[in-house]
């Protein structure tokens, strides 16, 4: 009889088990943006609960880069489909040709929606509208907003 009431119990676990989210312990890729600078950014995913994950990217373009930092909420949609939103910040560096430059410092959000494949692959599409904080930075403040389009190893 115990047997029978443990086994049921473990079966009980996995079904309620099943139904939870899917963030993956690591996820490692690039996030491809549709602006012209900064567009092109390695993304690193670490996941910190069932419902929390960080993302750091580091972005480069023809005369600048910049490190972000996010901490996301992931919601599930259906089955491998998710939907997050977070907020975070960032630095980075610009240099122009005619030898100006400068250094700032920016406030960024996210939301996005993902798919998770069965096999170890992430596809993502968000808007991460951002705000320069501090510093000089040459551009508007829209060119600290961007939407991307990601893809990541999952492991």
């Known amino acids: 009889m115990k047997k029978i009431i443990l086994l049921a119990i473990m079966l009980i676990g996995l079904t309620f088990g099943a139904q939870a989210q899917d963030i993956s312990k690591n996820a490692l890729g690039l996030r491809l943006a549709i602006n012209d600078d900064n567009a092109s950014e390695v993304s690193y995913q670490r996941g910190l609960s069932d419902i929390n994950r960080m993302e750091l990217d580091l972005g480069w373009g023809s005369d600048a880069f910049k490190l972000s930092g996010i901490y ?6 259906d089955s491998n489909l998710n939907w997050y939103a977070g907020g975070g910040g960032g630095f980075g560096s610009w240099n122009n040709p005619d030898k100006t430059n400068g250094t700032f410092i920016f406030a960024t959000g996210d939301v996005g929606i993902e798919y998770n494949f ?33 893809i990541r190893y999952r492991f």
Not at 72 to 77: F, P
Not at 120 to 145: A, C, E, F
């Open 72 to 77: 996301q909420w992931v919601w599930n949609i």
């Open 118 to 150: 069965d096999i170890p692959l992430q596809l993502s599409l968000d808007i991460r509208p951002g705000l320069g904080v501090l510093g000089d930075y040459k551009y508007t403040n829209n060119n600290l907003s961007n939407i991307a389009l990601g």
